[in-house]
């Protein structure tokens, strides 16, 4: 075993604390991540406070992780000792399910493993990236580009991915116009790869403060969702919507937003559920629909697309002493737009 070091939640009711532990030895087809950078999810809070579900503790969250690969085991041929890696929401799968010989390994129907908060094949607890280094095995492990501001680059192995993959999905792009809900660690994304897509873009935000944030970004619209003019002028105008906020709110503000067989596509997790009346939906043959992260094909895709046109988040680097202020912040939306933890500070 291999010795490590991270910042842990012993429990719902405790605060992330350093913590020693061990990770796996390197296999004959794993690779050893020495991480320089961890990105702060907003589900890293969800579920070290078991918001959604009962987690498995001591809990070491973060999935959106990058480092340099110091160690390769025997038969590993996708990597070598010095490059760079990355390594997003999960770390294994079955790898023969339907949804993984599709290359969708995020929905593996038999044995998914997250990179934290998750049993691995072997039953023993996965930890994340709040931590000093991380042993995955080199299918679950990204390449990712030199030409990038590497702490930067953290946030797209989650922000990125969940944004980029619904809009290819869904092919968004030229003559579209796309609405993207909040303006946070994914709806900056959003904005950013819609635009690169091609579409016509507009933030709706409930804070008129964010609207000049909106267009440093590049956004063409901004429309504050309490000012009652406003959102009239947009009524029925959007193709797709893209909801990335992780609070409670009422989708059928935004519904009445679209265009007839419109989309509104959810990817943000809010701990409450949502409340859709039938009508909302049938009135204009709407859609309502779900996201999670993409798989590794186009995960490696996102990157390879973010390199090309040299797309990164907009982060604040912080030290790991810092994450529960990170945290408040994160909560009150005081943050542009995601906060990424320099692992050197652990």
Known sequence: MIQAKGYAAQSPQTDLAPWDFERKDVGPHDVLIEIA???????DLHQIKNDWFPGI????PGHEIVGRITQIGAHVKKFKTGDLGGVGVMVDSCRSCENC???QEQMCLVSPVQTY???DHDGKPTYGGYSNLIVVNEDFV???SEKLNLAAVAPLLCAGITTYSPLRNWKVGKGHKLAVVGLGGLGHMGVKFGLAFGAEVTVLSTSESKREAAKAIGAHHFVVTTNAEQVAAVKGTFDFILDTVSAKHDLNLYLSLLKTNGVHICVGAPAEPYELPAFALLAGNKVVAGSGAGGLPQTQEM??????HNIVSDIELIDIKDIH???DR?????VRYRFVIDMATL
């Open 37 to 43: 950078f961890c990105g702060v999810c907003h589900s």
């Open 57 to 60: 503790f001591p809990m070491i």
């Open 101 to 103: 010989n599709n290359g």
């Open 117 to 119: 908060n998750s049993l």
């Open 142 to 144: 990204h390449h990712i």
């Open 303 to 308: 990157l390879d697309f973010c390199a090309e």
């Open 325 to 327: 202020t990170a945290f």
């Open 330 to 334: 994160m909560v009150k939306g005081d």
